[in-house]
Protein backbone atom coordinates (compact mmCIF):
# COMPACT_ATOMS: atom_id res chain seq x y z
CA UNK A 1 0.00 0.00 0.00
CA UNK A 2 1.19 3.74 -0.57
CA UNK A 3 3.04 5.07 2.13
CA UNK A 4 3.64 9.23 2.07
CA UNK A 5 6.00 10.92 4.15
CA UNK A 6 6.49 14.68 4.04
CA UNK A 7 9.68 16.95 4.46
CA UNK A 8 10.08 20.31 5.43
CA UNK A 9 11.81 23.37 7.39
CA UNK A 10 9.99 23.45 10.70
CA UNK A 11 10.04 26.73 11.44
CA UNK A 12 10.47 30.15 8.38
CA UNK A 13 10.30 33.32 8.63
CA UNK A 14 7.25 35.88 7.47
CA UNK A 15 7.59 36.81 4.08
CA UNK A 16 9.77 33.78 2.86
CA UNK A 17 8.41 31.07 0.68
CA UNK A 18 9.16 27.71 2.24
CA UNK A 19 8.83 24.33 0.29
CA UNK A 20 8.00 20.85 1.54
CA UNK A 21 8.43 17.64 0.01
CA UNK A 22 6.26 14.68 -0.45
CA UNK A 23 8.25 11.15 -0.51
CA UNK A 24 5.79 8.24 -1.96
CA UNK A 25 6.93 4.85 -1.92
CA UNK A 26 4.71 1.68 -2.20
CA UNK A 27 3.69 2.72 -5.43
CA UNK A 28 4.83 5.14 -8.18
CA UNK A 29 3.96 8.65 -8.65
CA UNK A 30 3.48 8.06 -12.32
CA UNK A 31 0.19 6.05 -11.79
CA UNK A 32 -2.43 6.77 -14.25
CA UNK A 33 -4.95 6.07 -10.89
CA UNK A 34 -3.66 8.77 -8.41
CA UNK A 35 -3.24 12.42 -8.33
CA UNK A 36 -1.56 13.76 -5.24
CA UNK A 37 -2.54 16.53 -2.96
CA UNK A 38 -1.46 18.88 -0.13
CA UNK A 39 -4.31 19.73 2.88
CA UNK A 40 -3.43 21.89 6.04
CA UNK A 41 -4.53 21.61 9.32
CA UNK A 42 -3.71 24.92 12.04
CA UNK A 43 -2.93 23.72 15.65
CA UNK A 44 -6.41 23.14 16.76
CA UNK A 45 -8.14 23.59 14.54
CA UNK A 46 -10.19 21.85 10.86
CA UNK A 47 -8.88 20.69 7.45
CA UNK A 48 -8.05 22.82 4.33
CA UNK A 49 -6.96 21.65 0.92
CA UNK A 50 -3.90 23.35 -0.53
CA UNK A 51 -4.35 21.38 -4.21
CA UNK A 52 -3.58 18.62 -6.06
CA UNK A 53 -1.50 17.73 -8.78
CA UNK A 54 -1.26 14.86 -11.59
CA UNK A 55 2.33 12.73 -12.34
CA UNK A 56 1.26 14.45 -16.16
CA UNK A 57 1.70 18.43 -13.74
CA UNK A 58 -2.14 18.94 -14.14
CA UNK A 59 -3.22 20.60 -11.08
CA UNK A 60 -6.14 21.92 -9.09
CA UNK A 61 -5.51 24.88 -6.69
CA UNK A 62 -7.72 26.03 -3.38
CA UNK A 63 -8.43 29.79 -5.20
CA UNK A 64 -8.27 31.07 -1.75
CA UNK A 65 -4.35 30.16 -1.82
CA UNK A 66 -4.21 29.72 -5.31
CA UNK A 67 -2.33 33.07 -5.71
CA UNK A 68 0.75 32.37 -3.39
CA UNK A 69 0.92 28.01 -4.26
CA UNK A 70 3.06 26.45 -6.12
CA UNK A 71 2.74 22.46 -6.77
CA UNK A 72 5.39 20.45 -8.60
CA UNK A 73 6.02 16.94 -9.39
CA UNK A 74 9.38 15.31 -9.54
CA UNK A 75 8.89 11.45 -10.90
CA UNK A 76 12.24 10.68 -11.46
CA UNK A 77 12.59 10.65 -7.27
CA UNK A 78 8.92 9.62 -6.73
CA UNK A 79 7.92 12.99 -4.94
CA UNK A 80 6.15 15.99 -5.61
CA UNK A 81 6.19 19.32 -3.94
CA UNK A 82 4.78 22.64 -2.37
CA UNK A 83 6.28 25.96 -1.82
CA UNK A 84 4.23 28.34 0.22
CA UNK A 85 5.13 31.98 -0.84
CA UNK A 86 4.79 35.19 1.32
CA UNK A 87 3.64 33.55 4.60
CA UNK A 88 2.35 34.46 7.60
CA UNK A 89 1.27 33.33 10.95
CA UNK A 90 -1.80 32.41 9.62
CA UNK A 91 0.33 29.52 7.14
CA UNK A 92 1.33 28.13 10.65
CA UNK A 93 0.07 24.71 10.26
CA UNK A 94 0.65 20.80 10.41
CA UNK A 95 0.89 19.98 6.62
CA UNK A 96 -0.32 16.83 5.11
CA UNK A 97 0.88 15.27 1.63
CA UNK A 98 -2.13 12.95 0.39
CA UNK A 99 -3.01 11.01 -2.48
CA UNK A 100 -6.23 10.27 -4.71
CA UNK A 101 -7.81 8.18 -6.59
CA UNK A 102 -8.42 9.39 -10.14
CA UNK A 103 -10.56 8.28 -12.79
CA UNK A 104 -9.90 9.60 -16.10
CA UNK A 105 -12.36 12.71 -17.45
CA UNK A 106 -13.29 12.94 -13.86
CA UNK A 107 -11.94 15.26 -10.79
CA UNK A 108 -9.77 13.20 -8.17
CA UNK A 109 -12.00 11.92 -5.64
CA UNK A 110 -11.64 11.81 -1.71
CA UNK A 111 -8.41 11.48 0.32
CA UNK A 112 -7.36 7.72 0.46
CA UNK A 113 -4.01 7.66 2.01
CA UNK A 114 -1.93 10.62 4.18
CA UNK A 115 1.28 11.12 5.52
CA UNK A 116 1.89 11.74 9.00
CA UNK A 117 2.58 15.60 8.89
CA UNK A 118 5.06 18.29 9.06
CA UNK A 119 4.46 21.27 10.76
CA UNK A 120 5.91 24.50 9.61
CA UNK A 121 5.92 27.62 12.19
CA UNK A 122 5.84 30.71 10.99
CA UNK A 123 7.74 32.98 13.22
CA UNK A 124 10.40 36.02 13.43
CA UNK B 1 -17.23 26.77 -2.56
CA UNK B 2 -19.80 23.66 -0.92
CA UNK B 3 -19.86 24.62 2.58
CA UNK B 4 -20.14 21.51 4.77
CA UNK B 5 -21.47 21.90 8.29
CA UNK B 6 -21.25 19.01 10.27
CA UNK B 7 -23.76 18.86 14.04
CA UNK B 8 -22.99 18.21 16.63
CA UNK B 9 -19.63 20.05 17.28
CA UNK B 10 -18.85 17.36 20.10
CA UNK B 11 -20.49 14.47 21.36
CA UNK B 12 -20.44 12.38 24.30
CA UNK B 13 -21.85 8.78 24.28
CA UNK B 14 -21.85 5.55 26.49
CA UNK B 15 -19.38 3.09 25.42
CA UNK B 16 -21.66 0.58 23.03
CA UNK B 17 -24.12 2.88 22.92
CA UNK B 18 -24.66 4.45 19.44
CA UNK B 19 -22.96 7.35 18.25
CA UNK B 20 -24.77 9.86 15.41
CA UNK B 21 -23.27 12.35 13.59
CA UNK B 22 -24.34 14.74 10.91
CA UNK B 23 -23.44 16.45 8.17
CA UNK B 24 -24.97 19.05 5.62
CA UNK B 25 -23.90 20.22 2.60
CA UNK B 26 -24.81 23.61 1.32
CA UNK B 27 -25.83 22.12 -2.69
CA UNK B 28 -26.41 18.59 -3.85
CA UNK B 29 -23.00 16.19 -3.73
CA UNK B 30 -25.19 13.80 -5.88
CA UNK B 31 -24.04 13.31 -9.46
CA UNK B 32 -26.81 12.44 -11.50
CA UNK B 33 -24.81 11.13 -14.04
CA UNK B 34 -23.43 8.41 -12.03
CA UNK B 35 -25.97 8.93 -9.15
CA UNK B 36 -22.95 8.20 -6.49
CA UNK B 37 -22.69 11.05 -3.59
CA UNK B 38 -19.21 12.62 -3.21
CA UNK B 39 -19.13 12.66 -0.02
CA UNK B 40 -16.32 10.55 2.40
CA UNK B 41 -15.48 10.72 6.57
CA UNK B 42 -12.79 10.95 8.29
CA UNK B 43 -11.58 9.88 11.68
CA UNK B 44 -8.44 11.73 13.25
CA UNK B 45 -7.62 10.34 16.77
CA UNK B 46 -5.24 12.65 19.04
CA UNK B 47 -2.29 13.42 17.25
CA UNK B 48 -2.04 11.51 14.39
CA UNK B 49 -3.22 12.40 10.45
CA UNK B 50 -6.75 11.83 9.50
CA UNK B 51 -7.76 8.47 8.31
CA UNK B 52 -10.75 7.89 5.29
CA UNK B 53 -13.16 5.42 6.96
CA UNK B 54 -16.09 5.74 4.14
CA UNK B 55 -16.35 7.01 0.82
CA UNK B 56 -19.27 8.07 -1.77
CA UNK B 57 -21.28 8.29 1.37
CA UNK B 58 -21.86 4.78 2.39
CA UNK B 59 -18.90 2.37 0.60
CA UNK B 60 -16.43 1.32 4.25
CA UNK B 61 -12.84 1.35 3.33
CA UNK B 62 -10.90 -1.67 3.85
CA UNK B 63 -10.31 -2.64 7.24
CA UNK B 64 -12.39 -0.10 8.93
CA UNK B 65 -15.01 -2.15 11.47
CA UNK B 66 -18.62 -2.34 10.71
CA UNK B 67 -20.08 -0.77 13.15
CA UNK B 68 -19.21 2.35 11.55
CA UNK B 69 -21.59 3.00 8.47
CA UNK B 70 -22.48 6.13 6.39
CA UNK B 71 -25.78 7.20 5.03
CA UNK B 72 -27.92 9.75 3.37
CA UNK B 73 -27.80 11.60 -0.46
CA UNK B 74 -27.79 14.98 -1.48
CA UNK B 75 -27.39 17.40 1.16
CA UNK B 76 -27.41 15.72 4.02
CA UNK B 77 -25.61 12.98 5.50
CA UNK B 78 -25.17 10.90 8.68
CA UNK B 79 -22.48 8.64 9.75
CA UNK B 80 -23.30 5.99 12.29
CA UNK B 81 -21.07 4.40 14.56
CA UNK B 82 -23.71 1.37 15.93
CA UNK B 83 -21.82 0.41 19.41
CA UNK B 84 -18.76 3.00 20.41
CA UNK B 85 -15.79 1.53 21.89
CA UNK B 86 -13.38 3.62 23.76
CA UNK B 87 -10.68 3.64 20.34
CA UNK B 88 -12.88 5.15 18.75
CA UNK B 89 -12.56 8.84 20.47
CA UNK B 90 -11.65 11.17 18.21
CA UNK B 91 -12.60 14.03 15.63
CA UNK B 92 -14.56 13.03 12.91
CA UNK B 93 -14.98 15.36 9.15
CA UNK B 94 -16.92 15.04 6.85
CA UNK B 95 -15.19 16.06 3.02
CA UNK B 96 -17.25 16.63 -0.08
CA UNK B 97 -15.00 15.73 -3.66
CA UNK B 98 -17.99 16.50 -5.86
CA UNK B 99 -15.63 20.28 -6.74
CA UNK B 100 -12.94 21.91 -6.14
CA UNK B 101 -12.47 23.50 -3.69
CA UNK B 102 -12.45 20.16 -2.27
CA UNK B 103 -13.97 21.12 1.66
CA UNK B 104 -14.40 19.50 5.27
CA UNK B 105 -16.94 20.08 7.89
CA UNK B 106 -15.45 21.89 11.01
CA UNK B 107 -15.23 18.26 12.46
CA UNK B 108 -16.93 16.83 15.71
CA UNK B 109 -15.46 15.80 18.47
CA UNK B 110 -16.35 12.54 19.72
CA UNK B 111 -15.91 11.74 24.02
CA UNK B 112 -16.76 8.78 26.10
CA UNK B 113 -19.88 9.40 28.11
Known amino acids: QLQLQESGPGLVRPSETPSLTCTVS??????????WGWIRQPPGKGLEWIGS???????YYNPSLKSRVTISVDTSKNQFSLKLSSVTAADTAVYYC????????????????WGQGTLVTVSS | DIVMTQSPDSLAVSLGERATINCKSS????????????LAWYQQKAGQPPKMLIY???TRESGVPDRFSGSGSGTDFTLTISSLQAEDVAVYYC?????????FGQGTKLEIK
Open chain 1, 98 to 113: VSQPYTSGEKPYYFDY
Open chain 1, 26 to 35: GGSISSSSYY
Open chain 1, 53 to 59: IYYSGST
Open chain 2, 27 to 38: QTVLYSSDNKNY
Open chain 2, 56 to 58: WAS
Open chain 2, 95 to 103: QQYYSDPYT
